[in-house]
T-cell receptor, first 112, second 111 residues
Framework: KAGVTQTPRYLIKTRGQQVTLSCSPISGHRSVSWYQQTPGQGLQFLFEYFSETQRNKGNFPGRFSGRQFSNSRSEMNVSTLELGDSALYLC???????????FGPGTRLTVL | EDQVTQSPEALRLQEGESSSLNCSYTVSGLRGLFWYRQDPGKGPEFLFT???AGEEKEKERLKATLTKKESFLHITAPKPEDSATYLCAVQPTGANSKLTFGKGITLSVRP
């Protein structure tokens, strides 16, 4: 089975811009979670989607949003980018009947 | 609030020198504890899930154990290719509960 894929792998934006990141889960996985990883804070949970519904959300401002499509693919959007949004954004998928999450390679976002 | 503390932050071993990585956790009720390995510039790779105190799981040179407050990842006779950051995460009981990760332990194994 193909693993979780994320596009793009690298992105450079400037402050104030917005960005959309994409995630394709492992085939058959219906849950998709998003995380932000920085050297100082480690892995922090952003949100989780299951069957197109957000069923959990972390402590991030409203500038961070996401959605899931009927084919389980997911996107996350960050509006009005700040320097502190520079991070590795990771997507993980899991099957409906197990708790393990399988991660993609991440999107490295740099905000200048 | 769920908390996960991993220690030490970094560990340097000689090839063949066995050691253990610690993950201490506080959670109201444990649904599962997860270990991941992360190489630089890559996403975390799933290693183990542990569900209840006393449970152990092994994979090659790695063995994970679980108590009511801690989990240990034992590395036996490590090789340089075991160098990576090892992450621990807990998932509490309850519907739609999220994972809380520790900050990871960076392991370096010298040949």
């Amino acid at each position: 089975k193909a693993g979780v894929t994320q596009t793009p792998r690298y992105l450079i934006k400037t402050r104030g811009q917005q960005v959309t990141l994409s995630c394709s889960p492992i085939s058959g996985h219906r849950s998709v979670s998003w995380y932000q990883q920085t050297p100082g804070q480690g892995l922090q949970f952003l949100f989780e989607y299951f069957s197109e519904t957000q069923r959990n959300k972390g402590n991030f401002p409203g500038r961070f949003s996401g959605r899931q499509f009927s084919n389980s693919r997911s996107e996350m959007n960050v509006s009005t980018l700040e320097l502190g949004d520079s991070a590795l954004y990771l997507c993980a998928s899991s099957p409906w009947d197990r708790n393990e999450q399988f991660f993609g390679p991440g999107t490295r976002l740099t905000v200048l | 609030e769920d908390q996960v503390t991993q220690s030490p932050e970094a560990l340097r071993l000689q090839e063949g020198e066995s050691s253990s990585l610690n993950c201490s956790y506080t959670v109201s009720g444990l649904r599962g504890l997860f270990w991941y390995r992360q190489d630089p510039g890559k996403g975390p790779e799933f290693l183990f899930t542990l569900y209840s105190a006393g449970e152990e799981k092994e994979k090659e040179r790695l063995k994970a154990t679980l108590t009511k407050k801690e989990s240990f990842l034992h590395i036996t006779a490590p090789k340089p290719e075991d160098s990576a950051t090892y992450l621990c995460a807990v998932q509490p009981t309850g519907a739609n509960s999220k994972l809380t990760f520790g900050k990871g332990i960076t392991l370096s194994v010298r040949p």
